[in-house]
């Protein structure tokens, strides 16, 4: 190797973990903005991050779950379900705040459920996430009336949930919610004794109960604070939208579970960061915009997310066996 070369691969920037990554959304950003005039104009850039705000916050507590080698399915079920039920009590005079309030504690109540049948009953989470997804996308379509609600008391969009969904100038307050949970989530998972149980618990779990994690907590937590997130991804969507279709989340699974996989989390658990999610949400937003803007017709488009997915994860797979030879 040349003197140059080796000053190269000395630089910390190519030493950093999601480098590779945020090499995959620069291509994709190039390529956009050579394939169409409009994808690098403000307003579409400003769209591309807003869009990214569900899936985003989703994301996070999907990352902290993948990471103790679990899975939940149910994430676009909850995300639907407790938006509907916050809708329908707006809509019926309830106060917003305690909408959101319930909204989730929704969320939480499912997550906690999902790990403890996870944990506790031994049952497979794939499964578990499964039948909650369909239960609660039940409960949906039910508390709805197979109808969306848009309507609400006059007033009610003024309280702070619906404000959720304002802009501070031209930056979405939405987003700049997202940027404070990325934080938070950051320092969580890399500065607290949780974050570093999460790694344990799905890295090995053996060992971490022979260290002395319980590791059956970490995970019901873990399923906790992604439900709980999910609900409020929701509460977002209410905000914005001032209205909740009732297929709202459907789908959304799948772009979240992408979004973690593409950024560096492993299926086999004990590896991820919450920087990797947040340039696999991105993305996933970056491609959508971008075949819409292309034309690409909607039939297509969630074929072509179903091929992100699959390669995400034979990249994972084709990294763990490395990770294996090399110990």
């Known amino acids: 190797m040349s003197s140059r070369a080796k000053q190269l691969s000395n630089l910390k920037i190519f030493k950093f973990r999601e480098f590779g990554i945020l090499m995959v959304l620069v291509v994709f950003v190039v390529l956009l903005s050579v394939a169409t005039d409009t994808f690098l104009t403000s307003t579409n850039i400003i769209n591309v991050v807003r869009q990214t705000v569900e899936i985003g916050i989703m994301a996070i507590g999907m990352t902290f779950v993948i990471i103790c080698a679990e899975i939940d399915l149910s994430i676009g079920s ?18 917003p705040s305690l909408a959101f309030l319930v909204a989730i504690l929704f969320g939480l109540g499912v997550g906690f459920l999902n790990g403890f049948l996870s944990t506790k009953a031994r049952m497979p989470a794939f499964i578990v996430t499964l039948g909650t ?46 940027v404070i949970l990325f934080i938070i989530a950051h320092v ?72 973690v996989i593409l950024g560096g ?21 970056v491609v959508k915009n971008g075949m819409i803007l292309i034309s ?4 297509y488009q969630k074929g072509f997310i179903g091929v992100i997915l699959i390669l995400a994860v034979l990249m994972d797979t084709l990294l763990n066996k490395r990770d294996k030879r090399g110990e």
Do not use: H
Not at 143 to 160: M, Q
Not at 192 to 202: E, H, L, P, Q
Not at 265 to 284: K, N, P, V
Not at 296 to 299: D, E, K, L, R, T
């Open 78 to 95: 909850i995300y639907g379900c407790g938006a509907m039920i916050a809708a329908y009590m707006i809509k019926g005079g309830s106060d």
């Open 133 to 178: 997804m369909q239960l609660f996308r039940s409960f949906t379509y039910g508390i709805s009336g197979g109808y969306a609600i848009s309507s609400f008391p006059e007033g009610a969009t003024d309280s702070w949930v619906f404000r959720m969904g304002d802009y501070i100038g031209p930056i979405p307050v939405q987003v700049i919610i997202m």
């Open 188 to 259: 969580v998972l890399k500065k607290t004794r949780f974050g570093f149980n999460v790694i344990a618990s799905g890295g090995n779990q053996r060992a971490a109960q022979l260290g002395g994690i319980n590791t059956n907590r970490i995970k019901t937590a873990s399923f906790m604070i992604c439900g709980a997130l999910s609900a409020f991804a929701g509460m977002i969507s209410i905000a914005f939208l001032k209205s909740v279709p009732t297929g709202a989340g459907e789908g959304r699974e799948m772009d979240v579970i992408a979004s």
């Open 265 to 285: 989390a492993s299926m086999a658990g004990g590896r991820g960061t919450i920087l990797g999610t947040l340039i696999g949400a991105l993305i996933m937003s």
């Open 296 to 299: 690409i017709p909607a039939y």
